[in-house]
């Protein structure tokens, strides 16, 4: 008999539907074969189960079905269909994650002071039943949105510059803003204050990228990489953050790198030589200043917004010596 409240009552809460189904039994019944069912699971980020084992919902058989259906279609093929399964198991999984901690977060300072139990935790979870339609819809809606800005990015990218973005290839620029002295603050700051203070970088920066009309490719607690597809949006960028944390006594100052040239973009990420370039300028920026490379320094639009020094050349980890631009904004240029 399943224990009230127990791992399984709380899996099949969550999944809308009692575990009745074995691996066979799914494949079975959506008609995909095993070997590459075994694929999409493990792209999802899920081990195999036990053959025996009956670990899989009617949602499951659905899910297949429906991937062997758009398998039909002319545009698609099975490793194009992995790959967008992996994008969603690793987007989905940090989405899941975050908001996990954002439960136990609110449970932590309930009015009641009761202290958090596993009952008290798998309530709450129970609890997400009530509002996983409010959230399916916002996710829905979110992804077309985000979907809507991709698609009018790579536009931009083919209209401003040759490159071919079925390759994956665009001109952009790359930034990297990074907290100063973050480990050595890390150690003095308890989880829950670290937590916030993470928050807060986060937050604020995703703010002033989104602002700019950029995107942000992924954080890593004290630094985010972003990108913009306009060379002037990604100094901008780079300068309203580092100014965001020039003003604000509180908070560390942070450095900014940015770069600005061919990138590579797959499942979300970037890749080439300017991340490394950008990656390795902020490294070796100043607190609260932003560095630049001479792609960018050319790409950006002359009439006096922007006040760009160069400095001496120095050698950047496997990328030899490079000239580093200091980037600021022009006397009474505003922002």
Same mark, same amino acid.
């Given at each position: ?35 590459? =069912?075994?694929?999409?699971?493990? &792209? ?16 499951? @058989? ?34 899941? *994650? ?13 009015? /009641? ?20 339609? &409010? ?14 800005? &991709? ?6 990218? #083919?209209?401003?510059?040759? *490159? ?14 990074? @907290?100063?002295?973050? #480990?050595?603050?890390?150690? /003095? ?6 937590? &916030? ?5 986060? /937050? ?28 002037? =949006? ?7 953050? =580092? ?35 950008? =990656? ?28 760009? /020094? ?26």
């Amino acid at each position: 008999m399943t224990d009230p409240g127990g791992p399984l009552d709380i899996e099949e809460t969550l999944l809308g539907g009692p575990l009745r189904y074995t691996r066979k039994d799914v494949e079975a019944l959506s008609g995909v074969p095993d070997a590459y =069912a075994r694929r999409i699971w493990q &792209a999802l980020g899920f081990p195999i189960p036990p053959d025996e084992e009956a670990a899989f919902t009617d949602g499951d @058989v659905t899910a297949l079905r429906e991937i062997n259906e758009v398998l039909g279609h002319d545009l698609v093929d099975e490793e194009t269909v992995l790959q967008l399964v992996r994008a969603v198991g690793q987007t989905m999984g940090r989405l899941a *994650s975050w908001l996990g901690d954002v439960w136990l977060q609110r449970l932590s300072v309930l009015p /009641s002071g009761e202290p958090l139990t596993p009952d008290l935790v798998t309530a709450a979870l129970a609890a997400t039943e009530e509002l996983r339609p &409010a959230f399916e819809r916002l996710l829905l809606h979110g992804w077309r949105r985000q979907l809507t800005a &991709a698609g009018m990015r790579a536009a931009a990218v #083919t209209a401003a510059a040759p *490159s071919d973005p079925r390759a994956g290839l665009a001109h952009l620029a790359v930034g990297f803003a990074d @907290v100063v002295s973050f #480990t050595r603050l890390s150690r /003095s700051l308890d989880a829950d204050a670290l937590a &916030a203070f993470v928050e807060r970088f986060e /937050s604020a920066a995703t703010e002033i990228v989104a602002d700019a009309g950029g995107r942000v490719v992924k954080t890593l607690g004290d630094e985010i990489l972003f990108i913009t597809t306009d060379p002037a =949006a990604g100094a901008e960028t780079g300068l309203r953050i =580092a100014e965001r944390f020039n003003e604000d006594a509180g908070f560390p100052k942070v450095r900014v790198g940015l770069a600005y040239g061919e990138v590579i973009q797959r499942l979300g990420d970037v890749f080439g030589t300017p991340v490394n370039l950008a =990656a390795r300028l902020t490294a070796t920026a100043y607190p609260g200043t932003v560095l630049i490379d001479g792609g960018l320094a050319s790409a950006l639009p002359d009439g006096g917004r922007y006040d760009i /020094s160069a400095l001496r050349p120095r050698p950047l980890q496997g990328l030899g010596r490079v000239r580093p631009r200091l980037l600021r904004r022009a006397s009474g240029g505003g922002r």
